[in-house]
């Protein structure tokens, strides 16, 4: 499927004139009341909803003037600077050029404006510069507090408070033993503390990629608060803590992070130093290490995850043992066990990758009599049903497009086009996002309703075969088997892209 954007802009052109509308609104509020900064955070949002849309429909001018608007308005929001006349003016005129370029873009005319000027301005001040003599004195006053934001924080050492984030842990004696071994091996300790922006759609997914993340930079996670099982679940408010150890690049990591959307502030502190000179004490009672640490029983009756939960991603490190020089004299070889001295020799490389290929994750939903399922690497979020903006001369299987957080995202009926008996679309559907990283594109796969998801064996998983005379096979990845049911696994990449040399005729 080639997307065409032209042909979306029946939906920039709404969106961009409301999201227009809501600054000029609220500009007007901010201009009668420097104190409102609930103004700031309006126009805030409406400058970054047209940024994305923007960026989106390759409106550079666009695109790059809001992201050094939004830049000033969130200085505004976090009081790092204060709300004079100066720079009220000075967004306003902001607003006038962006308001022209807009215009240009739906028009498709150019005015020819050079955005020198204004930037200059906008840097001026929010590095605090000030044109005039004096600033207003009808101001809201700035706070010292000093505020992490997500563009701005540092790699921080540990201080008073973030000795007192660590002892909420409650580590036990084995645990630091485990700490302070991995410093002796030059290993990194760090305390990561993450918060999720108040309004996040989904946190499910973003718990993935933050795990993802410290998969990839090798982070051992030591504890969190809450637990990763909960945090995977979705069984916290906006904000967690974690215990890493890594000897992964610390600001590679704090960047990776904040890459994600939805990370609202990421603060990375590093205890390394606390550790070495005994700084941070177990709170658990001094005790001599147990010979074995048991792992936890894995319980067998877990409760299915919710409908909107994106499975958890691959399972973080475990935390080492100390060394036995720390942790427990080593124990007897023990041959006939395949364990060698200090314990069980570890699988090999080849045994951790074939049992890591065993489970796959999908996510499944029920549409004529059957189950179907994507695969949860893929998916990004699952939606309930948004207003979906028609597009002329879209493919057939096409509904439209729908405005998520500023990104413009073609949606797929997927009934339609696995040529399925069609129903009418209700409230009752949803949305699965899918996230296609090579090609850069995303994709919205409307389904009558997303069932649960499910852990099916690969093995379990066969060539895919017809499953009725309109479900065309070459958009079907595999069939599988689970508890006597039929999971009809699609090829998502097919379906949006198509077959090769396919023509994909319009509505």
């Known amino acids: 499927m080639n997307l065409d954007l032209s042909e979306y802009m029946g939906a920039y052109i709404d969106g961009s ?72 003016d000075v967004i306003f005129e902001t607003f006038d050029v962006l308001r022209t370029l807009v215009n240009d873009s739906i028009e498709q005319t150019d005015s020819g404006i050079d955005l020198t000027d204004i930037s200059a301005k906008l840097t001026a001040v929010g590095g605090g510069q000030s044109a005039s003599s004096k600033p207003s004195s009808n101001m809201a006053p700035a706070t010292e507090k000093p505020v992490t934001t997500k563009s701005g924080g540092k790699i921080k050492t540990a201080g008073n408070a973030g000795r007192a984030d660590f002892a909420e842990f409650g580590l036990s004696a084995f645990e630091i033993s485990g700490l302070e071994s991995a410093g002796d091996e030059g290993k990194k300790v ?6 999720l922006v108040s309004d996040c759609l989904l946190k499910g997914p973003r718990i993935f990629m933050v795990l993802r993340t410290l998969d990839d930079f090798h982070c051992d996670i030591v504890k969190s608060i809450p637990e990763v ?24 990591i704090k960047e990776g992070i904040e890459s994600i959307s939805e990370i609202e502030t990421v603060d990375l502190i590093d205890i390394s130093e606390s550790m070495n000179s005994g700084g941070v004490a177990s709170a ?40 036995p020089a720390v942790a427990a004299p080593p124990l ?21 990758t074939r ?15 059957e189950t179907y ?18 597009v002329p001369k879209a493919p057939i299987h096409i509904d439209g497009v729908i405005n998520l957080r500023g990104e413009i995202v073609p949606v797929i009926n997927t009934r339609r086009r696995l040529r399925l008996p069609a129903l009418a679309t209700s409230n009752n559907n949803q949305i699965i996002i ?74």
């Open 17 to 88: 004139k409301e999201n227009l509308d809501m600054m000029d609104k609220s500009l007007l509020n901010l201009e009668q009341n420097p104190a409102n900064l609930d103004a700031v955070e309006e126009i805030f949002r409406a400058a970054h909803t047209l940024k994305g849309m923007s960026a989106t429909m390759g409106f550079e001018k666009i695109a790059h003037l809001t992201h050094e608007m939004e830049n000033i308005l969130d200085k505004l929001r976090n009081r790092h600077i204060p709300v004079t006349t100066e720079v009220v």
């Open 190 to 195: 760090y305390l990561l503390k993450i918060s």
């Open 229 to 252: 099982k909960d945090l995977e679940n979705e069984k916290f408010d906006s904000s967690f803590k974690m215990v890493l150890i890594t000897d992964g690049s610390a600001d590679q």
């Open 284 to 323: 658990a009672p001094s005790a001599p290490p147990p010979l074995v640490h048991e792992p936890e029983p894995e319980c067998e009756d877990e409760p299915a995850a919710e409908p909107v939960h994106v499975a958890p991603p691959p399972a973080a490190r475990p935390l080492a043992a100390p060394s």
């Open 332 to 352: 007897p070889p023990d041959d006939s066990s395949g364990s060698g001295p200090g314990g069980p020799v570890p699988p090999s490389e080849e045994e951790e």
């Open 355 to 369: 049992e890591a290929i065993e489970i796959v994750q999908l996510v499944t939903f029920g549409m004529a009599g």
């Open 373 to 390: 399922a994507l695969e949860i690497q893929q998916v990004e979020a699952i939606i309930n049903m948004a207003p979906i903006t028609r």
């Open 434 to 507: 899918l996230s296609f990283e090579e090609e850069k594109v995303k994709a919205g796969f409307m389904v009558d309703s997303v069932a649960e998801v499910i852990r099916l064996p690969e093995t379990s998983i066969e060539p895919p075969s017809r499953v009725s005379e309109s479900v065309d096979i070459d958009y079907l990845k595999g069939v599988g088997k689970l508890d006597n049911k039929i999971i009809i696994l699609l090829n998502a990449h097919r379906i949006v892209f198509g077959k090769t040399g396919e023509e994909l005729k319009p509505a």
